[in-house]
């Protein structure tokens, strides 16, 4: 019985072996956790100061203040022509003349008839000294010679009017006749613009008539090429309220001094009340949701904890920060910002762009950071 081994001992330690290695091959084809994504890249701005307009827009028409439309006085044949379309004139300048053959006869004839009753007169007018002839004689000669200067007056008078000169400076217009012509007397032939000073005409509702006075700015834009603009201010604001449709007649007077714009040329007009400096951001930095304004701030994982109230998951990288959505109460937008009322401090990092990809506590990194601009032209802001 001494000599019996028990066959079972030995198969233990082989067992356990093989259990071993079947928990580490097992251990081996688990997955791996999948690596952690980089952090959005996005673009910073800070709010900046921008100047905000309270102001209404309106479509107007630009006219020349000074714009006289020529026409001969007395009928006539046009016998000479020296202007052009559109040539500059200057005051007194010869536009066109009509034919005055006649008319300088009858002139020379009543100059000379003048010349000869003065002539008459003072020769009577010696006679009476000397005793010769009665006053009431020389009193005959003398208003024989006023008469005929008079006539010749009216005479010199009407062959002026043949000759047709420009009343102003300025630019000929459209001529509506040509050398051969005979134009009735008050038919236009043509006009002279000065384009130098323009107004407009503004119909403000009654609404804001107390709102206007004389003095406050205009900006003017050319609708189809913005870089035709003006600025200019009221001149003058009507006593009363149009009675039918309860508008005010304002003006606005601008300088021209390029000739940049034209009359009648189409424009469109802002009437600024007032202006103010305001933080701002670029409209590409709000996220409307439910008819409300939001923005994402890039701030410090530990901020972030703080604002949100809770650990941030997954964990973001070292040396990234964090996207975090506040709300923000915003005015008008005015060529491409927001005035911002509240909500933001101008040292928040402000995201912009692609915020529909953005979560609250989502890792974001910063790129090459953006602006917003240090003042913003006057837009409407009604």
């Known amino acids: 019985m001494a000599l019996v081994t028990s066959p079972l001992r030995?198969?233990?330690p082989v067992l356990a072996a093989s259990s071993l290695l079947a928990l580490v091959s097992l251990a081996?084809?688990?997955?791996?956790?999948?690596?952690?994504?980089?952090p959005a890249a996005v673009r910073l701005v800070n709010p900046r100061s921008a100047l905000f307009s309270d102001s209404a827009d309106y479509q107007s028409t630009l006219e020349a203040i000074r714009e006289v439309r020529l026409a001969a006085e007395i009928a006539g044949r046009i016998v000479l022509m020296p202007m052009q379309e559109g040539q500059a004139v200057q005051r007194g300048q010869l536009l066109f003349r009509l034919d005055q053959v006649q008319q300088q006869a009858s002139t020379?004839?009543?100059?000379a008839e003048a010349r000869k009753d003065v002539i008459n007169a003072e020769r009577y007018i010696f006679l009476n000294d000397q005793g010769a002839v009665s006053t009431k004689e020389r009193d005959f000669y003398i208003t024989q010679a006023l008469q005929s200067r008079d006539m010749l007056k009216s005479s010199q008078a009407t062959l002026g009017y043949k000759n047709i000169t420009a009343p102003i400076a300025g630019q000929v217009g459209s001529i509506q006749a040509k050398i051969g012509d005979v134009v009735p007397a008050g038919g236009v032939v043509t006009s002279v613009v000065d384009n130098s000073i323009l107004w407009v005409r503004l119909d403000v509702p009654g609404s804001d008539a107390a709102r206007v006075r004389v003095g406050l700015p205009v900006l003017l834009r050319a609708p189809d090429r913005p870089e035709l603009s003006a600025r200019g201010a009221v001149s003058f604001v009507a006593p009363s309220l149009d009675k039918q449709r309860q508008t005010l007649l304002v003006k606005a007077t601008f300088a021209n001094g390029n000739g940049a714009l034209r009359n009648n040329q189409r424009v469109n007009a802002t009437l600024i009340y007032s202006q103010e400096n305001l933080l701002s951001i670029p409209e590409q930095a709000v996220l409307l949701q439910a008819g409300k304004s939001f923005v994402?701030?890039?701030?410090?994982?530990?901020?972030?904890?703080?604002?949100l109230g809770r650990e941030i998951?997954?964990?973001?990288?070292?040396?990234?920060?964090?996207a975090v959505q506040v709300p923000v109460s915003l005015g008008t937008l005015q060529n491409g910002v927001f005035p911002l009322r509240s909500g933001l401090r101008s040292t928040d990092s402000v995201i912009l762009g692609n915020l529909a990809q953005l979560r609250s506590g989502l890792a974001v990194r910063s790129s090459s950071p953006g602006s917003v601009p240090a003042a913003v032209s006057p837009g409407p802001a009604r």
């Open 296 to 307: 994402f701030l890039a701030v410090s994982p530990q901020e972030a904890r703080q604002r």
């Open 10 to 12: 030995q198969p233990i």
């Open 108 to 111: 020379d004839s009543d100059r």
């Open 28 to 38: 081996a084809c688990a997955p791996a956790p999948p690596p952690q994504q980089p």
């Open 313 to 322: 998951e997954p964990p973001p990288p070292p040396d990234s920060l964090v």
